[in-house]
């Protein structure tokens, strides 16, 4: 970074929380307040805008060997919306379907500027997932190269974008491919600058709408705790179908840093994305869990820029250690409450640095209001359990579904709150307040889970498997590993099954109908990659003649659970007997990678004629077979290196033949 020194937070948010509280608080009650906000009467744009006029020279996004100026990237917002030329209108509701790039701002700035709803889809959103967003909210066009549409949008009208096409994730001829809102489709709510969707109880996603006020709140204090300024380097590396990247994005317009898109290689490689941190000069950087703690257990690179590392989306279990030059956030908070809600900063000097516990999610920011409540909506006592429930300035407008925002979004008149908090979100939690505020996070009070740090439902995933004819029902359970990662695992009914067995038990969608083949589970991964995001695609799926049922006559997912246990501990002696049976001619990497995947796919039958991404492989997983390579060969693969391979044995042919050059290497020195 250039002329800007490390960032130390002295004010109430870094202190204790007697310090923080409003004079009406009951310091025994789980009641909580951040620091007041103060004034601000800049908008996100007009602070963006501030930008382009004080620094129009300076460096807005650096893409690799490509850079646009904050004025180059403003002149080509004001193109694209002379493209669009009133066919985009104030409130609409317009799908991006664009990576993380410097066409992706110049996007977000023009809807910004129209007054349109920003709804980021990501760059393979899946045709499916796309229909069904499409039959549910209101948007007026997609933006996207025309192949990743899906096939409506193919054939709809096509609008050809100017919008630039270089940069490590970029594409050539992107579009606005334009449709009118399907019947009954729901609009955005006046005032919305951005939705997202978060995964839907009803098997189907949501969208959560925020106005430009509660977005301008988190990203004053963005500003603030990271002294994110001109000369900074802001990553772009969060997934753009999650809400973290809306924080990366305006966070660095609205200070004079540089937005600096991530490559997708680096997203899940530790090392590589260390090393890229190091070549891009990135001094702030925001992070997913799962890709973090990796890193806190390997020494940390000493030679990096980076001073502030957000980290967030899913629980965290280690501290940062004395070598870790960084400050490092856990930061928690729902898409129902603007990307972030409470935030602990850890440094290695802190007293607590060396704790085995895991790290608080710490206390709320400015103008948010945290309590915990118990099932009947009153505040619990300091120290006892509850679920979260969240209001102030950064709530959301609420879903597009009117009826669900009213029976997550509500007030709570025992509560004894402010007036300013006249309403809260009720995020399905369980915490526990400590004596000085801080929140400390315990788990979900409902089905819903985290993988790889994005929420899902499972009755998402579940309504995706039913979409196939041979399926009756479908339940997805979570089991979780020994250091309380979950993973998804499908129980699928076939059509076929008997009726005696499915009385009682969940109707798919095609009961009744005239039975169809067995389901196969390969066939049926492969079908819900196109519904599903890759976090949400189950690690295997059962086929089973009927479910378990309780005493109450609903499926019994705690003996779905006790009985993936009992198949895992199986599949763990089986993979001990598969690798066992090896040629005796076996080579140790051959040894080494294929025991990995099939434990971490949970597939006893892999062989090393398998194409790891076909036997479900995800980006995270792939992230795990490398550290277990790495830590046992001392070699370090990259991500594309493994998953641009046609199977197991040219992986290990790589991994062969990065060996020998390091042996070589070791053997001239």
């Not at 744009?45 to 403003?74: C, F, K, M, N």
């Not at 109880?201 to 990271?226: C, H, N």
């Not at 990678?593 to 597939?603: A, G, P, S, W």
Request: with cysteine.
């Amino acid at each position: 970074m250039t002329g800007t020194a490390p960032h130390h937070r002295t004010d109430a948010h870094s202190r204790s929380a007697t310090d923080t509280v409003k004079e009406r608080q009951d310091m025994t009650s789980s009641v909580q307040y951040g620091r007041p906000v103060g004034p601000d009467p800049v908008g996100v744009l007009a602070a963006y805008e501030g930008w382009v006029r004080r620094a129009p020279g300076s460096a807005a996004v650096t893409d690799g060997a490509h850079s646009w100026t904050y004025r180059q990237i403003d002149e080509a917002a004001d193109a694209l919306v002379r493209t669009w030329d009133g066919r985009v209108r104030p409130g609409d509701l317009v799908g991006v379907c664009l990576d993380r790039s410097a066409a992706l701002v110049v996007t977000a700035v023009a809807l910004a500027r129209v007054g349109a709803v920003y709804l980021p889809l990501g760059p393979r959103p899946g045709e499916r997932r796309l229909a069904a967003v499409g039959e549910d909210v209101g948007v007026a066009c997609l933006i996207g190269a025309p192949e990743v549409l899906p096939q409506r949008h193919r054939e709809a009208e096509h609008l050809a974008l100017p919008l630039p096409a270089e940069g490590v994730n970029a594409v050539a001829g992107t579009v606005a491919a334009f449709l009118p809102p399907a019947p009954g489709a729901r609009p955005a709510p006046p005032g919305a600058l951005y939705a997202v969707l978060t995964s839907g109880s009803t098997g189907r996603p949501k969208a959560v709408a925020v106005a430009e006020p509660a977005l301008s709140a988190l990203l004053s204090w963005y500003r603030e705790e990271t002294g994110l300024g001109p000369g900074d380097r802001q990553t772009l590396l969060i997934g753009v179908a999650f809400d973290p990247h809306v924080m990366e994005l305006w966070g660095a317009l609205t200070s004079g840093a540089t937005l600096v898109p991530a490559p997708d290689a680096v997203r899940w490689d530790p090392g590589a994305l260390t090393d890229w941190w190091r070549d891009a000069a990135v001094t702030v950087a925001v992070t997913a869990t799962p890709m973090t703690e990796p890193l806190l257990d390997r020494p940390w690179p000493q030679d990096l820029a980076l001073r502030h590392l957000v980290v967030g989306g899913d629980r965290m279990r280690r501290r940062p250690g004395p070598d870790v030059t960084a400050v490092v956030h856990n930061a928690y908070g729902p898409a129902e409450a603007t990307v972030v809600t409470t935030t602990h900063s850890m440094r290695a000097s802190d007293d607590d640095a060396r704790e085995d516990a895991a790290p608080p999610i710490g206390l709320p920011l400015p103008g948010v209001c945290v309590l915990v409540t118990d099932t009947e909506g009153k505040v619990v006592a300091r120290g006892e359990d509850g679920e979260l429930c969240v209001g102030g300035v950064q709530l959301a407008m609420g879903y597009l579904d009117a009826e669900l925002t009213a029976s997550r979004f509500a007030a709570l008149p025992g509560a004894d709150l402010p007036p300013e908090v006249d309403r809260v979100y009720r995020t399905g939690d369980r915490v526990r307040m400590r004596a000085d505020g801080a929140l400390e996070f315990l788990g979900r009070l409902d089905d819903q889970v985290k993988i790889s740090g994005v929420r899902i439902e499972p009755a998402e995933v579940e309504a995706a498997l039913e979409q196939d004819p041979a399926v009756r029902s479908a339940v997805v359970v979570a089991p979780r590993d020994a250091e309380g990662r979950a993973r998804l695992v499908a129980y699928v009914l076939p059509v076929a099954a008997g009726s005696d067995a499915t009385e009682d038990a969940p109707a798919g969608p095609h009961r009744g109908s005239i039975p169809a083949p067995a389901p196969d589970p390969d066939a049926l991964l492969a079908s819900v990659r196109a519904w599903l995001p890759e976090q949400a695609v189950p690690s295997a799926v059962r086929v089973v003649e009927a479910f378990a049922l309780d005493a109450n006559g609903k499926v019994d997912r705690a003996a779905l659970l006790k009985r993936e246990a009992e198949t895992r501990e199986q599949t763990d002696a089986a993979a001990a007997d598969g690798a066992a049976a090896l040629p005796a001619d076996a080579t140790a990497n051959e040894r080494l990678v294929l025991e990995t995947v099939r434990k971490l796919l949970d597939r006893p039958s892999a062989t090393l004629t398998d194409n790891f991404t076909d036997i479900g492989g995800t980006s995270l997983a792939a992230a795990r077979l490398l550290t277990a390579v790495e830590r046992e060969t001392g070699v370090r693969l990259r991500a594309p290196e493994l998953l641009r391979q046609p199977d197991l044995r040219a992986v290990v042919a790589v991994l062969d033949k990065r060996c020998a050059a390091a042996a070589a290497r070791g053997a001239g020195g």
